[in-house]
């Protein structure tokens, strides 16, 4: 990858002044270290921020990301930044978007909606560029309690030192070593810590080269994602056409595996490219451009002793899906508040072990589902390639055939369901949420009936939700004196009173039927807003025992609770 | 010949009929179409995996053993 930074990017230099260590000032201990400076890394310092952990962060570069890149932010990444404080300027910044549209030669083939129903607060998807939401988030870490951000130092060296680990960075005033008790390796697909410690990272690389062009010009084309397959001003390959902030359109095509990257980079091979796209007379600047190979591949795991990986330091795919920016922070959204308890010695380190399980779980969904859109697209063989024609041309009269088609499936959050920290249902349930699930949002109104939003009430801590009056009637609220982090959240429908200022309102029905929260229904909700295990009943012994095996404490704990 | 209501010599002379005229590039599509439809036809996973099982040709190791 060469490539010209865009135009327009915010560009400044990130302030860099020298480490306090290098004049004489003591060694730090700090408790969590974060390696890497792009969305995961930021995202991760804020989120420890907002558990009360003091975080130090390295960046080798002073500068937010050179290129778009990661362009399409999902509606569980934006739901997550909500609850980082950074949704806002994501959201009013960004192209919102939830139409797709697949064709053939020039013909429609399918078209879909992402988000075909009401009553969510954030849309299916966002599409920013990746230096606009890295900017976002470098400003938010900026206000965090506790956070230390240094650019332009570059981690060098790692070493357990029996109690935690040391660090070796390098700055342009010179080189010193800070110790962690834990380090969070966001360093990238290329990541020099997962080179350090002579980690495998292994999978799939794919046959096939793509042109990626970021192009600025005032377009008609409407806000929907467009994929072609073997389109007449491209014949024989894709192209993906996607809009971002400030008329900036990505434009993605497909060049096969003999195309020459450097050649196909130069203006001069690119601009009749767009140009056949595009028409010829239309005027437009390049702002980016970058011919790259895919891969699909993964550590085996993700936690190393006191060194976790998350993002694309663990886990790489192919960009159809958009599961590669969207899954690194989910990755955070799942490992901060693990670390967090861990850290204060509210759970046992092997808490952790499950952030490997759950995200590895959700990992290998990324990448079977990039991994078979990536085959869908660049088809290996002939006969691979016979088939993929025969779908398409099937795809004009038959339903079956264009729910075939794959362009990418679109990043969803995974369900954690059957993950070791869940509680299985020990009743049936018709609908609702499952445990491992992510909450869905729905409408409500707060106790002065101002309208909000379900999930801006859960997350951060564990939230167990019923309706107002099983609260009320179980005595809920006076259950669990001793559990400092267990939030209540009662439901009542329109009309009802509130019983506590705390209650919300469930204005449109909504959310009762998206939990299918029937009277004497109990959810037990996560930190992230997974579900941890749900109930019919009312039972302070069985959500005690949940709450317990959410936090991964092990089965002595358990037997004594029961 | 007919067993269990199908008539064999039927479908296969329908079979062969689809490739009348054809090159090999256009059988080639027209079996794959064919392939999908079937598969969606049957409607059950397992038991077009089991014929995906079926059809599959023995590895060269096998062949050359053979």
């Known amino acids: 990858m060469t490539e010209a930074p865009p135009a327009s990017l915010p560009y400044a230099p990130l302030p860099y002044s020298p480490a306090p260590e290098l004049s004489g000032g003591p060694v730090r201990r700090w408790p969590v270290v974060i390696v890497g400076g792009g969305p995961v890394g930021l995202a991760a310092a804020i989120d420890c921020s907002l558990h009360g952990i003091p975080a130090l962060l390295f960046d080798k570069d002073d500068r937010v990301s050179d290129g778009s890149r990661a362009i399409c932010w999902a509606k569980r990444t934006l739901e997550i930044f909500d609850r980082l404080g950074v949704a806002r300027p994501v959201v009013d910044r960004g192209i919102t978007w939830k139409l797709g549209k697949v064709f053939h030669g020039d013909q429609l083939i399918y078209s879909f909606d992402l988000l075909p129903e009401e009553g969510h607060k954030h849309p299916a998807f966002v599409n920013l560029q990746q230096y606009y939401v890295e900017s976002d988030l470098v400003e938010r870490a900026r206000q965090m309690p506790g956070v230390e951000t ?79 397959f073997d389109p007449p001003f491209h014949p024989g390959g894709s192209a993906l056409l996607h809009r971002q902030a400030d008329d900036v359109w990505r434009i993605d095509l497909q060049l096969g595996w003999d195309a020459d990257p450097e050649e196909e980079r130069q203006p001069e091979k690119v601009i009749p490219r767009l140009k056949a796209m595009l028409g010829e007379d239309a005027k437009f600047e390049l702002e980016w451009v970058s011919v790259y190979t895919f891969q699909c591949r993964r550590l085996k795991r993700f936690r190393h002793g006191r060194v976790i990986f998350a993002g694309d330091s663990a886990h790489q795919v192919s960009p159809f899906g958009a599961r590669g920016g969207n899954g690194g922070v989910q990755d955070v959204d799942n490992l901060i508040w693990k670390l967090a308890l861990v850290i204060g010695g509210e759970a046992p380190d092997s808490l952790l072990d499950s952030y490997d399980e759950e995200r590895i779980l959700a990992a290998d969904e990324n990448i079977l589902n990039s991994t078979r859109s990536t085959d869908f697209i660049t088809p290996k063989g002939p006969g691979a390639q016979a088939l993929r024609d025969a779908v398409l041309s099937l795809s004009a009269e038959h339903d079956f055939a264009r729910r075939t088609v794959n362009s990418g499936r679109l990043s969803i959050p995974a369900k954690l369901t059957g993950c070791g920290l869940q509680t299985p249902d020990d009743a049936s349930w018709a609908g609702g949420v499952a445990p491992g699930a992510p909450c869905p949002d729905a409408p409500i109104e707060d106790a002065l009936a101002r309208p909000a939003w379900l999930l801006d009430r859960l997350g951060g801590a564990f939230v167990l939700m019923a309706r107002e009056e099983d609260l009320a009637s179980g005595n809920v609220r006076d259950a669990f004196p001793g559990i400092r982090d267990l939030a209540v959240l009662g439901i009542a429908e329109a009309g009802e009173a509130l019983r506590s200022d705390s209650g919300v309102t469930d204005v449109s029905g909504l959310l009762t039927e998206r939990f299918a929260l029937s009277p004497g229904s109990f959810y037990l909700i996560r930190p992230d807003q997974h579900v941890a295990a749900r109930w019919r009943s009312f039972d302070p012994k069985k959500v005690r025992q949940a709450l317990a095996r959410a936090k991964g404490l092990d089965a002595t704990h358990l037997r004594e609770i029961a | 010949m007919t067993v269990g209501g199908v008539n064999r010599d039927d479908i296969y002379e329908a079979l062969v009929g689809l490739h009348h005229g054809l090159d090999a590039e256009q059988s080639l599509l027209v079996s794959n179409r064919l392939i999908l439809l079937l598969a969606e036809q049957i409607g059950d996973r397992d038991a077009v995996l089991q014929a995906i099982e079926a059809a599959r040709l023995p590895d060269p190791v096998d062949r050359k053993r053979g």
């Open chain 1, 150 to 228: 240094r650019w332009q130092s570059r981690v060098v060296g790692l070493s357990e030192d029996g109690e935690g680990v040391v660090l070796e960075v390098e700055s342009p005033d010179g080189g010193y070593s800070v110790a962690a008790d834990w380090v969070i390796a966001c360093d990238g697909a290329r990541s020099p810590l997962r080179d350090m410690l002579g980690l495998d990272f292994v999978g799939k690389v794919f046959q096939d080269r793509f042109l990626i062009a970021d192009v600025k010009m005032a377009a008609a084309f409407p806000t929907e994602r467009r994929f072609w």
